[in-house]
Structure formats: C-alpha cells, structure tokens
C-alpha cells in the first residue's frame, strides 16, 4: 500500500513510518521540513497522489490558550481531509487521546476533540484511535516547566505506552479497513507521572527538582482516573521499566 504519514518527522509519526516501511509498504512523508505545509494546504495535493491512506500522527504544545489550539488543529485537520477527498484517499486514521472529551480546561485536548469531530463528520473513511501518554512524556513535561533546576509537574495518574508501541499499531490499522472510534489504546500499567519524570531524569542523568502541583496545564480535573483507559482497552506489550532500561 502507499501510505502517508503527517507529522512523519515527529516522535510517533517517525515510528509509524518505520513500523510500515518494515512491513513492505511504501511510505509518503507528510511535514513542513518536507516541503508539505498542513497549515496551508501547500504541497499536499501532490504528497497524496496515489495514497490509499493517511495516518495523522501530528501534535502541537505550544499553544496558549483553547481558541489557539483549537484553530491550529482545526486548519490543519480541514486542509488533510479535502486533499485527501480529490486525491480519493480511503482510510483516514487520526492518532487522538485517552480522556480527550473528559478534559475541559487543557488547550491540547480542545484542540485534539476539534480533531475527532471533523474526521468523524468528514468525507473520508475514518478510525479514531485514542492512546493514553508516551513513556517519555513525564520528562518532556518537565522540559517545559524547568526553571532554574526547578520542574512543577502535575500529579496525573495515567497508564502509559511505549512510542514505538505506538507507532506499531498506527501502522497495522491504516492497512487495514476504517473501523470509526477505536477502542482504547494504552501500555500495561499505571504510573504516577511525577515518580516517572523522576525515574526518567535520573536515568538521564539530569538534575531537576520536581514540585507536584496542578497548573493551567493541567489541572485538577484530569486527577484520578480520567486519563485512564476504558474498559476492554488494547494494551501494548512494553512496560515503562523495559522502555526506561533502553539507552534514551
């Protein structure tokens, strides 16, 4: 099959690209270092030539605030699904999150639910697939917090995935048939993310003290078991101790 992957350069869509060019398939990057610009549209007519499907492994953390994310996935999401539409793709898989519609206050998940509805009310064949955080989130976290060896960090109960995991199973439904909402995707255990910002920087061995606080990040409303995943979810093989073992 030939498939594209958008955010092909990113920590997901990297591996979902390898885990398909492994599998046999042939492979159309979808980035703006690329020469592909989801933004505006440029260069996705001719990246989509001849693609049976597309798989949207993009993200986007800086936002500021909802309306921000909101428009920022919103035109990139509307500039896919009409260029797939004329270049007649049939499977549109979009990578989303565990928890995304039990979460108001967080700009990222507002932005990822404008993603799900036009993909569910769009014109291409579709599958949503929700996943709870990457392994290596915690430690992203904290690289956004840090100052002056100080990282605030949010006390989040989640259960989290392997990226290559990830990007392995992204690999296996875009060859296969739309199937609409996914069931949840997550790894085999639940962690304390501030006990896995720690574990992963010392593992680094980066130096950081860690605060835990709720912020306008993340908030109060995604304590307990809101990022968890649903009953009868699919869970991934690798646990966070076997990632964390692996040179980072």
Avoid: C
Wanted: hydrophobic fraction near 45%.
């Amino acid at each position: 099959m030939r498939i594209a992957v958008a955010g092909a350069t990113g920590n997901i869509g990297a591996r979902t690209v390898a885990a398909l060019e492994q599998a046999g398939h042939e492979v159309v990057r979808i980035g703006r270092s690329l020469g592909v610009d989801l933004t505006t549209g440029d260069g996705l007519d001719a990246a989509l030539t001849g693609v049976d499907a597309v798989v949207d492994a993009t993200s986007y953390h800086q936002a500021e605030n909802r309306d921000q994310a909101v428009a920022y996935f919103g035109t990139m999401t509307r500039n896919l699904l009409a260029a797939e539409e004329r270049a007649g793709v049939r499977h549109h898989v979009l990578l989303s999150i565990v928890g995304v519609n039990r979460v108001e206050g967080n700009p990222h998940m507002a932005g990822k639910r404008e993603q799900e509805r036009l993909v569910a009310e769009g014109p291409v064949p579709w599958t949503i697939v929700p996943v709870t955080q990457f392994h290596d989130f915690a430690a992203m976290v904290t690289t956004w917090t840090e100052q002056d060896g100080v990282a605030p960090i949010a006390p989040l109960l989640v259960q989290p995935i392997a990226p290559a995991d990830v990007g392995d199973i992204l690999a296996e439904i875009a060859t296969g048939a739309p199937q609409g909402r996914y069931r949840d995707v997550a790894g085999p255990e639940p962690q304390d993310l501030v006990d896995m910002a720690r574990r992963t920087n010392d593992a680094r061995g980066h130096a950081v003290k860690l605060v835990p606080t709720w912020s306008s990040l993340f908030g109060s409303d995604m304590a307990g078991d809101v990022l968890l995943p649903g009953e009868g979810a699919r869970i991934a093989p690798t646990t966070f101790e076997q990632w964390l073992a692996k040179p980072q």
